[in-house]
């Protein structure tokens, strides 16, 4: 892979007030800058306070980091500069750095390079993202498994037992005359389906691992004045929704963001289900059916006080609860009882919940993260379905699973990828 010839810079912190802000330099001439700011360098990744100037001027008295390549993040020359995080420090030094010829980052430039270089592959640079982004601790650990390149392992593991198959393969093809020629083409064509049994398995794992990324989405579903919304305030632990004794208040669908036992979760309190000939209403009632149609767990919020309570046609939930535990109940309720007016049963409500949660992502093997992998693993197992029962054929279909199974690892194709991988990355990453 090519050295990039530019040296680049971005702050790797947030922007805004801050004790310290960190600025990144990576490329051929991170040594020159640090030098020509922070006089002769330091021992590598020693911290060191320094001065900082340019043009005779002060500019900040800061630690510097000097990691040289390739023992750094992107395995080019790389600096640091741990100067005051404010706006002034931090525009004076962007201002000297460019003058130094120094380019701006792009997103995720950094990290392109660690992958360009080989220090990462792109499902680690991939993590990385993910835990910069994680919101919760299952996603943090996802993160941080991935990062230590637990899908990197499975994915390269096929891409190598697929190559050895594709080299029996082409055995195959040179020795056709004699025996040899049929042993390996068996082999290779074993391998094969071998790999296509384990990509399947891989694959249907329920999508817990996008889930887990993305957040997993709830709806709470129920008559009009079951308490939705009373619910999701107590979720939130706020009045995000509007909580009235008329039937009928909730229209819009209301969502909210929260961390469910380390899991990330989407709640949707929705409209009350009913015949309605108010047009308004009904078109919520349209928008609850359809935002527990795309859940991935629905719960069905009953009245415990209302003798007519049943369940509404056409909807199966995954959980049903009785509000009102407080009000006298004309007949017994099978399942969770709880009260939103005084808290009575709301812990083993979301203890439920939280089972019912756990079970959709938890996964004990690394799960795929990403349908930008699991694009790929289709495509190769398109490839592998029908090994060809010639041996050219059969070799063709190997270089395709090769291909596509490279892709998502980053070792074919590489900047056509790397472009698409990229662009979602923030700068200074
Ligand atoms: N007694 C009693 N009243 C409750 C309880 N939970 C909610 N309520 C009341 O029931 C009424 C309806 O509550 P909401 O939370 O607005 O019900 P909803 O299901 O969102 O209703 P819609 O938006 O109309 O579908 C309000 O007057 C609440 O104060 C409870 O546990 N006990
Ligand atoms: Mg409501």
């Known amino acids: 892979m090519t050295a990039s010839l530019s040296t680049i810079f971005a702050s790797a912190t947030a922007p805004g007030r801050a004790g310290v802000g960190i600025v990144r330099l990576s490329g051929p001439r991170a040594g020159a800058i640090l030098a020509a700011l922070a006089g002769p ?38 600096a640091e500069f741990h100067v005051h995080g404010g706006r002034a420090v931090r525009e004076t030094l962007f201002g000297a750095l460019l003058e130094l010829s120094c380019k701006p980052a792009e997103p995720g430039e950094f990290s392109r390079r660690a992958v360009e270089n080989g220090v990462l592959d792109l499902t680690q640079a991939e993590a990385i993202a993910d835990l910069v982004d994680a919101e919760t601790d299952a996603q943090r650990l996802a993160a941080l498994r991935q990062y230590d390149g637990a899908l990197a392992d499975i994915y390269e593991g096929w891409r190598t037992r697929l190559t050895r198959a594709l080299a029996r393969a082409e055995a195959a093809i040179d020795f056709s005359d004699d025996g040899v020629g049929d042993t390996e083409f068996a082999a290779a064509r074993g391998q094969a389906l071998e790999i296509y049994d384990e990509i399947a398995w891989h694959l249907d794992d329920g999508g817990r691992g996008e889930m887990l990324r993305e957040g997993l989405r709830l709806a709470i579903i129920g008559p009009p004045n079951a308490g939705k919304s009373s619910l999701i305030n107590a979720l939130a632990r706020r009045d995000i929704a509007i909580v009235a004794d008329t039937p009928g208040t909730t229209r819009d669908v209301i969502e909210l963001r929260l961390d469910l036992g380390g899991y990330p979760v989407h709640v949707a309190d929705t409209a009350g289900l009913r015949e309605t000939l108010d047009a308004v209403e009904a078109e919520g009632v349209r928008r609850a059916l359809a935002q527990a149609r795309d859940s991935n767990l629905v719960l069905l919020l009953l009245d415990g006080s209302d003798e007519n309570a049943t369940v509404p046609e056409g909807v199966a939930p995954h959980l049903i609860a009785w509000n009102k535990a407080d009000l006298n109940w004309s007949s017994p309720r099978d399942g969770l009882h709880l009260s939103l007016k005084n808290g009575a049963g709301l812990d083993a409500l979301i203890a439920a919940l939280t089972r019912l949660v756990a079970e959709k992502l938890d996964s004990k093997s690394p799960a795929l993260s990403r349908p930008r992998h699991r694009a790929a693993l289709m495509e190769a197992l398109q490839s592998l379905e029908h090994p060809s029962d010639e041996a050219e054929l059969l070799a063709e279909d190997l270089r395709l699973a090769l291909r596509a199974i490279g892709r998502i690892t980053g070792r074919v194709d590489v900047e056509e990828v790397l472009d698409s991988v990229f662009r979602d990355f923030c700068i200074g990453k």
Request: proline share 13%.
């Open 41 to 78: 360098l330091p021992p590598p990744r020693r911290a060191v306070l320094k001065a900082i100037t340019y043009k005779d001027a002060l500019l900040d008295r800061a630690l510097v980091l000097w990691f040289p390549a390739p023992a750094s993040f992107t395995g080019e020359d790389v």
